[in-house]
């Protein structure tokens, strides 16, 4: 049996599994499930994806993919249901979009670097958006269901596209130092509400700065917060071992052992 033949063969038997479940006679979970429900889940699964990635653990990545999968297939069964869209129809959706996306393989357009490539994309992703933005917006194919620094890069991105953006990383460290200064302002009025949008912008301005140093804002602070995770576990685990709770620790005690992770590159 061929490869080809093999993946079609049990991408064949999972759809009738999922249809089996689907059925009037099949699993009554399976067949209240409504497609909100399994968007909430294939967002659970995508994060455990990038759990087990950031891990390399490849037989966790092998699983979670598995997972991601079925529920990607259970939505597209839900699609067959309704009439609204099937496998086979987002099958060729996608293939069709990536083929025009990829002129350079394709097409007789010619590209030789990474980036002649990242910016090609844009631009023919710029033009979908102007055949549909009359229509819909700019902004309407970037999900408010995002986190918000993933959804913030993304909406400063497809602005950049059209021109919208500072000249260069520089112009940002600027605009970086006059919305701290204006956030160091709010705290000393006090003002609540005022501290609250002047943070907002704050945290914006980094995001854009993450974007012109070609860094995924979420995935750099998902990497501090495990990393954190991780050097707050050994603190835990040293004052453990000196019989010394979390709560009876000095900051100085920890504020010693957060140190030593650092020399011990933790």
């Known amino acids: 049996m061929t490869e080809e033949n093999k993946i079609y063969q049990e991408l064949t038997a999972l759809m009738l599994l999922i249809q089996k479940l689907r059925a009037p006679d099949g699993c009554p979970w399976d067949r209240k499930q409504k ?3 399994i968007g909430k889940y294939i967002l659970e699964e995508a994060y455990e994806v990038i759990e087990s990635l950031e891990a390399n653990d490849q037989q966790a990545i092998a699983e979670e993919l598995g997972d991601l999968l079925f529920q990607i297939l259970f939505l597209a069964q839900m699609g067959e249901e309704s009439g609204t869209y099937s496998l086979d129809r987002i099958m060729a959706g996608i293939r069709g979009k990536m083929i025009r996306r990829h002129p350079h393989i394709f097409g007789d357009i010619k590209i ?5 490539v990242k910016e090609n994309w844009q631009q023919i992703k710029k033009t979908e958006r102007d055949a549909k933005s009359n229509e819909t917006g700019l902004f309407s194919s ?3 269901s995002l986190p918000a620094l993933k959804r913030a ?3 400063t991105a497809t602005a950049a596209v059209y021109g919208f953006d500072w000249p260069s990383t520089s ?3 600027k605009k970086l130092q006059e919305e701290l200064n204006e956030f160091y302002t709010a705290l000393n009025n006090n003002d609540q509400n005022n501290i609250e949008e002047e943070l907002g912008d704050l945290i914006f301005t980094v995001v854009n700065l993450s974007r012109f140093v070609k860094v995924d804002s979420e995935t750099a602070l998902s990497k501090t917060t495990n990393k954190f995770l991780q050097r707050f576990a050994y603190i835990t685990g040293q004052l453990a071992n ?7 620790a000095t900051l100085s005690e920890m504020d010693e052992l957060w140190e ?3 020399t011990k590159g933790i």
């Open 35 to 37: 497609p909100q429900d």
């Open 112 to 116: 030789k670097t990474v980036e002649e």
């Open 142 to 144: 970037i999900p408010r």
């Open 153 to 155: 890069q993304k909406i």
């Open 171 to 173: 112009d940002v460290l």
């Open 242 to 248: 000196r019989g010394i709770t979390l709560e009876q």
């Open 260 to 262: 030593e992770t650092k």
